[in-house]
């Protein structure tokens, strides 16, 4: 028995070393990959925690991009710049800045004026804040929203430029914003439990890490990573730390975001498998020292000893209580190496599952991230496109709100043609089309102004060409062979076109056209382009409920004006603009130095006439003599009836001889030319006249008019049909 134990001994000692030096060597393999693999991970984790703290620092622009919208339309804040404006009094906005500031939860929130001086400053309950200038904001007189980094004395921030509008008037501008400092940075590492720093070109502007550590950050890997727009990994193997840089951009302005990473938990798992090697090396060791001490002692004791080493062992590191074989100490030790060589192989496998388990997870965790970042990109543009459609709603709104005060400070109703017009092609900027007014007088549609690019070939057509104008109510064209054409249409525009009546009180008073053209990017076959359509009809819609009112308005008010001044049997203005002309011309004689011509005239024998041929007769003569004299006088001078058969003429800029030799004129036409045509008859009247000058025959017009009056009263005594000349 011992000859066969001396001859194995030293080839199983053997084989026992080789399969320790195997198994180190596996070891060791093993540990150089989860180093690579733990260093893998770290740079991994520091891109997923920079993309993190980016998405908070867009989040936090983006709530002061939102609220920039929001305050735009706050008419507490553009009341009480109103009453700064007109007072100088700041109560009201203070009172409205101090309400919404604790809301908005933002570190700047200031007022200034249209100057751009700051008026107030809003701040926390029980605390004092001086008021801060701001320079650069001047771009918010264009009247655009501006979202900008900027850096003042106090430090960097991020601001929202909000300018407030009245009307047209720029009241002043509302600017609030987020201080990049310290505290900006400590709020982000809270919220993601690592250290963030934001640095520039120039250096760093705000860090989570306390002083005595900034000294591992780099400024030029900062300003690097901005220049080069690239991340830089710096390691700090010691200090058990990584730094990653990465440019971003904050409001339009680049930016460095630097993140520390802890890298002790990684070094301590390291180190954990550095001592479980060391662990199996002593182990490998110790076997092998026994090895050479059992082969030292082979002749001095037996192998027994041996077996007891080797068991206790197996019992150590698998649990098991091995009984060694009678007689055959060799097989025991095999028995027992067996047993070690499967434990450890076992280890090695449940670690081996353990990364693959945990390499699963990783690319799970990456798909998952890549699935959010998908849904939060279609969301983004999709919250883009609503933000912008508000816009222009709001825009339409505004444009139809300035229709209605335009066309309600017009005093004519060709005012009114070109703005509307005018509001059409804010309206309407890709479209064309025109605005027709109805005459009644001969049946017509007649275009007074257009918009586009092209222009109408015929400027009226028959009011029974415009399908809209025969149905009473709008008539849309979108498929020619379907809806029926106007016949006032020469060419058909492939986006359709609109005809809106405009009516008002049961009167059609026009028509609005729209030529639809919309862009080569629209597709004209999903419901965008139906949207799209369906709004610009609603909005031609409301342009003509707004405008036909007004325009019946002007014209009720042009017909109250034209009765008020107006002599309805002759045509001729009345007593009273005749009072308010003579007064208003005097004082431009003043102003002058020149003189104005007073012709006072009288039908002759006026009641005969009518005790003869009846007051019809009576009205054809005072008809037929207020249009000769319209006929016989300047642009500038001013007929009227004074009352009953007498009538009044003013010349401006008139000398005495001139006005002598008019009176006379007009005399001897009334009598050659004036022909009165009654039941087949044709009378013959005579006037007689009396002339004043003003101011020679008076100081006042009353007294320059009673002038006239005698001097009409002479021309009658002496015979009628004659003018005389005021004394």
Known sequence: MSRNISLVFPIMGMQILLILCTTLSHYYIELNALQNIITENEASKAEDIHFIVESLIDKEISKLSGLSKVLKNRTDLIDGLSQYEIDKNKTNLKQAMDMLFPQMEVDIFQAADRNQHVIYQAHAPNSETSVREFHGVVEAMLAEDILMASQTKEGWAIRAIVPLI????????????????????????????????????????????????????????????????????????????????????????????????????????????????????????????????????????????????????????????????????????VRSFNIMVKTISNHITERERAERALKRHKDKLEELVTERTTELEKSNTKLTKTVKELEWRTNEILLLNKLGDLLHACDSEEETYQIVI????????????????????????????????????????????????????????????????????????????????????????????????????????????????????????????????????????????IQSIRDPLTGLYNRRHMQEALEREARRVERRKTSLGIIMMDVDHFKAFNDTYGHEAGDIVLKELGAFLKQRTRGEDIACRYGGEEFILILTDANPENTKIKAEEIRADVKDRLKIKHHGQTLNITISLGVAIYPTHGLTTEETLKAADMALYKAKANGRDCVEYAV
């Open 166 to 333: 009245s009307g047209d008037n720029l009241l002043g501008t509302i600017t609030i914003g987020t201080w990049i400092n310290d505290d900006y940075a400590q709020n982000i590492s809270n919220a993601t439990e690592v250290h963030v720093s934001i640095g520039n070109a120039n250096g760093v502007i705000a860090s989570s890490l306390p002083l005595v550590e900034r000294r591992f950050i780099n400024a030029e890997a900062m300003k690097m990573s901005i220049l080069k727009l690239k991340p830089i990994r710096e390691v700090f193997q010691k200090q058990h730390k990584n730094i990653y840089y990465a440019p971003m951009e904050m409001a339009n302005e680049p930016f460095s975001l630097m993140v520390e990473i802890d890298t002790m938990p990684s070094f301590q798992l390291l180190e954990q498998n550095k001592t479980h090697i060391i662990k199996i090396s002593i182990l490998i060791l110790l076997i092998s020292m026994s090895i050479a001490e059992g082969y030292t002692l082979y002749l001095l004791r037996p192998l027994k000893k041996l077996n007891i080493k080797v068991k206790n062992t197996v019992k150590e590191l698998a649990g098991i209580d091995l009984q060694a074989a009678k007689g055959n100490e060799l097989k025991t030790l």
């Open 422 to 561: 005018n509001i059409c092609r804010q309206l309407f900027p890709q479209d064309s089309g025109y605005l027709c007014i109805f005459d009644d007088s001969q049946k017509v549609l007649r275009i007074v102004s257009y918009w586009g690019e092209s222009s109408p070939e015929e400027l009226e057509f028959e009011y029974n060409q415009c399908w809209a104008i025969r149905r009473g109510k709008e008539h849309f064209i979108q498929d020619p062979d379907v809806d029926p054409i106007c016949q006032h249409l020469h060419i058909y525009p492939k986006d359709g076109c609109l005809c809106a009546p405009m009516s008002a009180q049961g009167e059609v008073l026009g028509m609005i056209h729209l030529c639809i053209g919309l862009t080569e990017d629209v597709d004209r076959v999903d419901d965008t382009h139906k949207h799209i359509i369906e709004s610009k009809l609603i909005l031609v819609k409301s342009m003509v409920e707004r405008y036909a009112p007004s325009l019946i308005n002007l014209r009720l008010r042009q017909t109250l004006k």
